[in-house]
């Protein structure tokens, strides 16, 4: 089975501008989630989407946004980019039920510069 | 709310030796728990977990843990280190148990010298 595959790898933005991120989930998982990871507030939780619902929202601002497709895949979207976005962006899949486990994508890194 | 607290953000150990990594929780209900590793520029690679069965789990690269409810405890051990265990590591609970969502810990860097 293939595993949670996120593209792209590298993204390098300016202030102000928007980046779309993408999340292909492993087979037949039905949930997944975003993780923003950065050397001072570590691995932090920014939403959860279960068929084509957010279910769980973190404690980020509006500017952060995503959604899921029918075919479980996912995007995130971060609008008006700051300095402090940059980070490494990780996005889980599990099957949403049951023992739930969480298995991670190899993440984007977003620059801003 | 659930916390982590992994101590130590570093653990130098030499090659052949035991490691030792610590992770504590708070929860109010018995979590799910969970060790993911992290190699440089990659995501995090699911080590083992603890899922309510046995309390001493086996996982991937000869690492073991073990759940102890008492001293709210879940410390991942591996009896010989490899110079190939340099990454980091990270503590994570599930609560309640099955949630999709987890609280990580702040992680702890392993250095592995010859």
């Known amino acids: 089975k293939a595993g949670v595959t996120q593209t792209p790898r590298y993204l390098i933005k300016t202030r102000g501008q928007q980046v779309t991120l993408s999340c292909s989930p492993i087979?037949?998982?039905?949930?997944v989630s975003w993780y923003q990871q950065t050397p001072g507030q570590g691995l932090q939780f920014l939403f959860e989407?279960?068929?084509?619902?957010?279910?769980n929202k973190g404690n980020f601002p509006g500017r952060f946004s995503g959604r899921q497709f029918s075919n479980s895949r996912s995007e995130m979207n971060v609008s008006t980019l700051e300095l402090g976005d940059s980070a490494l962006y990780l996005c889980?899949?599990?099957?949403?039920?049951?023992?739930?486990?969480?298995?991670f994508g190899a993440g984007t890194r977003l620059s801003v510069l | 709310a659930q916390s982590v607290t992994q101590l130590g953000s570093h653990v130098s150990v030499s090659e052949g030796a035991l490691v030792l990594l610590r992770c504590n929780y708070s929860?109010?209900?018995?979590?799910?728990l969970f060790w993911y590793v992290q190699y440089p520029n990659q995501g995090l690679q699911l080590l083992l977990k603890?899922?309510?069965?046995?309390?001493l789990v086996k996982g991937i690269n000869g690492f073991e843990a073990e759940f102890k409810k008492s001293e709210t405890s879940f410390h991942l051990t591996k009896p010989s280190a490899h110079m190939s265990d340099a990454a980091e590591y990270f503590c994570?609970?599930?609560?309640?148990?099955?949630?999709?969502?987890?609280?990580f810990g702040k992680g702890t860097m392993l250095l592995v010298s010859p």
């Open positions: 087979s037949g998982h039905r949930s």
């Open positions: 994570a609970v599930s609560v309640p148990p099955g949630y999709s969502t987890l609280t």
């Open positions: 929860s109010s209900v018995p979590p799910y």
């Open positions: 603890y899922t309510s069965a046995a309390t």
């Open positions: 889980a899949s599990s099957e949403g039920h049951g023992k739930n486990i969480q298995y």
């Open positions: 989407y279960f068929s084509e619902t957010q279910r």
